[in-house]
C-alpha cells in the first residue's frame, strides 16, 4: 500500500530564513510526487511535481528514491508562503492521488 | 475558465439526516474525485469517475455514502443517513482524460451534530 508521511504538523519560521518540509513515501514501484498548497481562504493547488525538476515560488523539491523522501525546500522564507503544504503521491498513470497530513507552515515577519 | 465548483460551501445537520453534495467539474474534465478530509487527519480518496463509471470506489468508508454522476458532469455525493464521524471537508476534483494535473474545488464543509 502506498503512504505519504509528513512528520511535522507545523513548521515556523522567520522571514529570509530556509524552510525545508519533510515528505517521506513508502510505495513499491516508481511513484510520481507532488506537493500541493492551501493559502488562506483559497482552495488547494499543485505547487510542484516531481517530473518537472521545476522551481515554483522558489520552491524545489528532490525526489531521494534512496530515502524514500521528496522534502521541499525554499533558502528564504517570505510571509506570503504561509499556508498548508501537502505531500502526494500518484502511482503513476491513474490519478488516485495519496497525500500526507499536511504540514502548516509559519513565516514569522 | 471557471475552476471546479462546489456546493454547499459549508452544512450542519443532525445525526441521522441525509446531505448531498454537489460538484461541478470543469468542463470537458473526465476525471472526477471526490475526496475528504475529517478533522486532524489526511485528506482521503473516496472515488473516481471517468465521465458516468466508476472507475474505482475503494475509499468509499460504507453504504451510507452514495455518489453518482449521471450524464458524465456533475456529481453528486449523498450521504444518508449521516453520523458524527463523517463530519469534515469534503473536496471533489477533476482533470483531463490524459491529464496529470488535477484541479480541486474549495470543498464542502460538513458538519454533523
Known amino acids: 500500500a502506498q503512504r505519504v508521511t509528513q512528520p511535522e504538523k507545523l513548521l515556523s519560521v522567520f522571514k529570509g530564513a530556509p524552510v525545508e518540509l519533510k515528505c517521506n513515501y513508502s510505495?513499491?514501484?516508481?511513484?510520481?510526487l507532488f506537493w500541493y498548497v492551501q493559502y488562506s481562504r483559497q482552495r488547494l493547488q499543485l505547487l510542484l511535481r516531481?517530473?518537472s525538476r521545476e522551481s515554483i515560488k522558489g520552491f524545489t523539491a528532490d525526489l531521494n528514491k534512496g530515502e524514500t523522501s521528496f522534502h521541499l525546500k525554499k533558502p528564504f522564507a517570505q510571509e506570503e508562503d504561509s499556508a498548508m503544504y501537502y505531500c502526494?503521491?500518484?502511482?503513476?498513470?491513474?490519478?488516485?492521488?495519496?497525500f500526507g497530513t499536511g504540514t502548516k507552515l509559519q513565516v514569522i515577519p | 475558465e471557471a475552476g471546479v465548483t462546489q456546493f454547499p460551501s459549508h452544512s450542519v445537520i443532525e445525526k441521522g439526516q441525509t446531505v448531498t453534495l454537489r460538484c461541478d467539474p470543469i468542463?470537458?474534465?473526465?476525471?472526477l474525485y471526490w475526496y475528504r478530509r475529517v478533522m486532524g487527519k489526511e485528506i482521503k480518496f473516496l472515488l473516481h469517475?471517468?465521465?458516468?463509471?466508476?472507475?474505482?470506489e475503494s475509499g468509499m468508508p460504507n453504504n451510507r455514502f452514495l455518489a453518482e454522476r449521471t450524464g458524465g458532469t456533475y456529481s453528486t455525493l449523498k450521504v444518508q443517513p449521516a453520523e458524527l464521524e463523517d463530519s469534515g471537508v469534503y473536496f471533489c476534483?477533476?482533470?483531463?482524460?490524459?491529464?496529470?494535473?488535477?484541479?480541486f474545488g474549495e470543498g464542502s464543509w460538513l458538519t454533523v451534530v
Open positions: 476534483a477533476s482533470s483531463h482524460a490524459s491529464g496529470n494535473t488535477i484541479y
Open positions: 469517475f471517468v465521465k458516468e463509471s466508476k472507475q474505482d
Open positions: 510505495y513499491s514501484g516508481s511513484p510520481e
Open positions: 468542463s470537458g474534465h473526465d476525471n
Open positions: 516531481h517530473i
Open positions: 502526494a503521491l500518484t502511482p503513476g498513470g491513474y490519478q488516485k492521488v495519496t
